[in-house]
T-cell receptor
Framework: DAGVIQSPRHEVTEMGQEVTLRCKPISGHNSLFWYRQTMMRGLELLIYFNNNVPIDDSGMPEDRFSAKMPNASFSTLKIQPSEPRDSAVYFC???FGQGRETQYFGPGTRLLVL | AQTVTQSQPEMSVQEAETVTLSCTYD???????LFWYKQPPSRQMILVIRQEAYKQQNATENRFSVNFQKAAKSFSLKISDSQLGDTAMYFC????????????FGKGTMLLVSP
């Protein structure tokens, strides 16, 4: 079975540009999570979807960040405009149920904003 | 709100030895789940072990086992017969049982296994 798929794996962009990160959860999983990992703040939850509906977006840093889940097999995290402080590794994870089951992580997207 | 504390930023162990990583947490919940995830240099987050708080028996997965002390809110990970491939960052994480639930992670412990 394929795990969580993320693309791109690496992204280098210039400040002010729009960045779109993509995630395909494990088939059958109905909970999807976006995390950000930095040295300073560790792993932080950005947003959590259940059955394609955003349940908790309290971790989204500011209006520059937005996330969508148009269907059960695809989600995007968009940053517009990007800033150097957005540089981090962004992980997508999925699980079954209301999030109480084990979360399985994708390989992450390493974002560098110059 | 829940907090997870890993007090050991770095640890070292020699191959074939045993090492224990510490984790404490703070919660007012009675029912919850605890996890250890491993992040090797590839950055992939890999589940190592999971413990349900209502189970008294400590979880084990091959060379990995936990010491779960609910009253003390402690959840340590023991790695037996350490292997070079165990070199990674290890994260302890907490999840509530009730309602929609997400993971709260500790800051991590970097484990280096040397020959």
């Amino acid at each position: 079975d394929a795990g969580v798929i993320q693309s791109p794996r690496h992204e280098v962009t210039e400040m002010g540009q729009e960045v779109t990160l993509r995630c395909k959860p494990i088939s059958g999983h109905n909970s999807l999570f976006w995390y950000r990992q930095t040295m300073m703040r560790g792993l932080e939850l950005l947003i959590y979807f259940n059955n394609n509906v955003p349940i908790d977006d309290s971790g989204m840093p500011e209006d520059r960040f937005s996330a969508k889940m148009p269907n059960a097999s695809f989600s995007t995290l968009k940053i517009q405009p990007s800033e150097p402080r957005d540089s981090a590794v962004y992980f997508c994870a999925s699980s079954f149920g209301q999030g109480r089951e084990t979360q399985y992580f994708g390989p992450g997207t390493r974002l560098l904003v110059l | 709100a829940q907090t997870v504390t890993q007090s050991q930023p770095e640890m070292s162990v020699q191959e074939a030895e045993t090492v224990t990583l510490s984790c404490t947490y703070d919660t007012s919940e009675n029912n919850y789940y605890l996890f250890w995830y491993k992040q090797p240099p590839s950055r992939q987050m890999i589940l190592v072990i999971r413990q349900e708080a209502y189970k008294q028996q400590n979880a084990t997965e091959n060379r990995f086992s936990v010491n779960f002390q609910k009253a003390a809110k402690s959840f340590s990970l023991k790695i037996s017969d350490s292997q070079l491939g165990d070199t990674a960052m290890y994260f302890c994480a907490f999840m509530k049982h009730e309602g929609y639930s997400t993971l709260t992670f500790g800051k991590g412990t970097m484990l280096l296994v040397s020959p």
